[in-house]
């Protein structure tokens, strides 16, 4: 059901002409701190040499990490290490907590990444990247709330009369080791839409798995993007972060 | 009557009387390049002439990044009569590199008739210079012995801690003398000053002692390098430690091995210091690198005794940003593993005022880095402070010229 839900909202695309052409309006950081839409990986990465310093507010009603209960930030360094890997690191915090004592060990999460493309994009096929999140903790026991694993295609779009760009994402995220939860699982996609004239802001809607997003993506003075993120209909989130290029 | 044995006397006469008035222009231009390099704040210069090839080694203790001084020289640097110019930037007075250019190409580039990329193409880098160390001038100029260097480092050590104390963090300025007394040979003695801790397990910090010791840095034939240190080392250590790096392929394969009594010294006051034994340790590992030019990528892995005796691999992926060095370890030993990452961060300025006979500057870079398990003795080694092996990495040819393509 799920599924069908999915493609129907997918449907809008048969409206758009498929264009050959390949352009790059700079791609979007994830509330999560990867490159990619509002909540979901996409299968591009910025460009080889690019820090991205940043930082989201994640709502307690959608987050399990902290039991519904608080709000969290989400503090990330992000790096396209080589033009083909992306890696990342994220401390996660949540706010507005009781004190709690030195004994209950109660530990701030920490979740690196990596996004490796494995196919870039080119006139006809999309790229293709295989990624996840908070991958040492799986390997270590630890704690583990923020986990996926998945592979993830990217396409971008032209409208015929090239006046919309769009950026296609569709992905899976697979089970692997026995994390508390799992934050992708299952199909995930979104869209992307911008105007070539305009690239400094552009709109999404994508579905992490879970939940239906739309938001944002505001792109300033070649450093600075501002992402108001709306999820599940009613709940808000963002993220602010500084683009550095080495 | 001027006879025809005559006309052939004054005419070799003449021609000698050029020939002097020629090589003593030559010998001018030389000593205006060497007082234009000293004046410039170069030290360790040794500039003389083989047949048509100017030699001119040098080392640059002005500019942060060893490219940086090399752009400066083939912008500004004043080019005597000879067909080609061999550089070679040094370390503590020891050669690191030899640059190979065509005097006519780089007149060409100067005035605007050859690009920089078409200059770059025709400059030969090699990290050999056995060739060329054997036709130096032995005279030295501007010496850098005795020359004193007060450098002042910033350090931190953090961690992520529970939700009364979310992040701890120890932040410390590290006052550091060091003075070149020989070739190669250096003295480092460190201090260590709190300005900031919250850090639990370092409760109560206070002045102390860091790395002081005294290292000879070698250079041997065929890309072979050597330090050896005595004194104190991070982690509290105190001892002697050997190291030596082979390269092959022009600086992309590396093979280095690293030797190390050490004992435990109450100089300093570490984390280590307060949780680990301190019995006498001996260290002994060997590793492998290889270095993707492209990317200015360098992949190793080394297998061996770690500090606390515990032995196996670590592994490292780092990379080259122009100054900032970004890398990843991973840890597998044989009691646990471990990741994480490091940041080498430049610290302004790009350049410093020249020592006269003390200078007080920053340290190039801030260092700092995070791994997942923090409070584990497993994987440790101790730093013996900068040394030859480690500058080798910024000497590397294909480094310098990928970083010549972004300053020329």
């Not at chain 2, 190390?260 to 260290?283: H, L, Q, S």
Request: aromatic content about 16%; hydrophobic content about 40%; glycine content about 8%.
């Amino acid at each position: 059901m799920a599924l069908f839900t999915q493609i129907k909202h997918l449907r809008i695309l048969i409206v758009f002409h498929l264009s050959v052409i390949i352009y790059s309006f700079g791609y979007s950081q994830s509330l999560t701190g990867s490159t990619g839409l509002l909540r979901i990986p996409t299968a591009n990465l910025s460009e080889d040499k690019t820090l991205i310093i940043g930082a989201s507010f994640l709502n307690k009603h959608l987050l399990n990490y902290s039991g519904f209960q608080y709000d969290a930030i989400a503090a990330y360094a992000t790096i396209t290490f080589l033009p083909f890997l992306e890696m990342g690191i994220r401390y996660t915090r949540k706010i507005d907590m009781p004190r709690i004592e030195y004994e209950t060990r109660e530990f701030a999460d920490r979740m690196p990444s990596f996004r490796l493309r494995v196919f870039k994009e080119r006139e006809y096929t999309p790229a293709l990247a295989l990624g996840g999140n908070d991958f040492i903790s799986s390997i270590t026991g630890g704690p583990h709330y923020f986990a996926s694993y998945y592979a993830v295609m990217t396409k971008t779009l032209f409208t015929k009369n090239e006046n919309i760009g769009l950026e296609i994402t569709l992905g899976h995220a697979f089970k692997i080791g026995n994390p508390h939860y799992y934050d992708l699982l299952g199909f995930f996609g979104g869209i992307r839409l911008v105007h070539p004239n305009y690239p400094w802001v552009s709109a999404m809607i994508d579905y992490d798995s879970r939940y239906w997003n739309t938001g944002f993506r505001f792109f300033l003075f070649k450093h600075l993007q501002i992402m108001p993120v709306l999820r599940n209909g009613k709940s808000f989130e963002g993220s602010l972060s500084y683009w550095i290029y080495l | 009557m001027i006879g025809l044995s005559d006309i052939k006397n004054l005419t070799g006469f003449i021609f000698l009387l050029l020939l002097c008035q020629f090589q003593t222009a030559g010998a001018g231009d030389y000593d205006k390049l060497s007082y234009w390099m000293e004046e410039s704040g170069f030290e360790n210069i040794q500039l003389n002439r083989s047949g048509n090839t100017l030699i001119l080694a040098y080392e640059n203790r002005i500019f942060r990044h060893e490219a940086d001084a090399i752009a400066f020289l083939l912008h500004e640097m004043p080019l005597p009569e000879s067909d080609e110019i061999i550089m070679l930037p040094k370390y503590l007075n020891i050669a690191m590199l030899s640059i190979q250019i065509n005097s006519i190409n780089l007149q060409k580039y100067r005035q605007g008739m050859m690009d920089s990329k078409d200059f770059l193409s025709k400059i030969n880098l090699s990290q050999n210079t056995d060739y060329y160390i054997q036709k130096t001038n032995k005279n030295l100029t501007n010496p850098s012995c005795f020359k004193t260097d007060f450098l002042i480092e910033p350090m931190l050590s953090m961690q992520l801690g529970n939700f009364d104390r979310p992040i701890q963090a120890l932040a410390e300025v590290a006052p550091d003398i060091q003075i070149q007394l020989n070739k190669g040979l250096i003295l480092n003695a460190q201090a260590l000053i709190p300005i900031y801790n919250n850090l639990k397990s370092m409760e109560g910090a206070k002045v102390r002692a860091g790395i002081i010791n005294l290292s000879q840095n070698i250079r041997l034939p065929d890309n072979f390098f050597v330090t050896a240190s005595i004194g104190t080392f991070s982690y509290d250590r105190f001892g002697v430690d050997f190291k030596t790096k082979k390269y092959f392929l022009n600086g992309l394969l590396g093979i280095y091995t690293q030797m190390g009594y050490t004992t435990w010294t109450n100089v300093g006051n570490t984390y280590e210091d307060r949780y680990f034994e301190k019995d006498n340790y001996f260290i002994g590992r060997l590793g492998g690198e290889y270095r993707f030019a492209a990317y200015d990528l360098l992949i190793s892995a080394s297998y061996g005794t770690f500090l606390y005796q515990d032995k196996g691999w670590r592994f490292d992926l780092l990379r080259q940003f122009d100054d900032l060095i970004v890398g990843f370890n991973g840890i597998l030993t044989t009691d646990t593993y471990n990741v994480g990452f490091y940041l080498s961060i430049p610290v302004f300025p790009k350049k410093y005022a020249n020592i006269n006979k003390v200078r007080i500057r920053p340290s190039h870079y801030f260092n700092w880095g995070y791994n997942f398990r923090g409070q584990t003795y497993a994987g440790k080694n101790y730093s013996t402070g900068e040394n030859i092996l480690q500058k080798s990495r910024d000497f590397n040819p294909y480094f310098i010229k990928n970083q010549l393509i972004i300053r020329l």
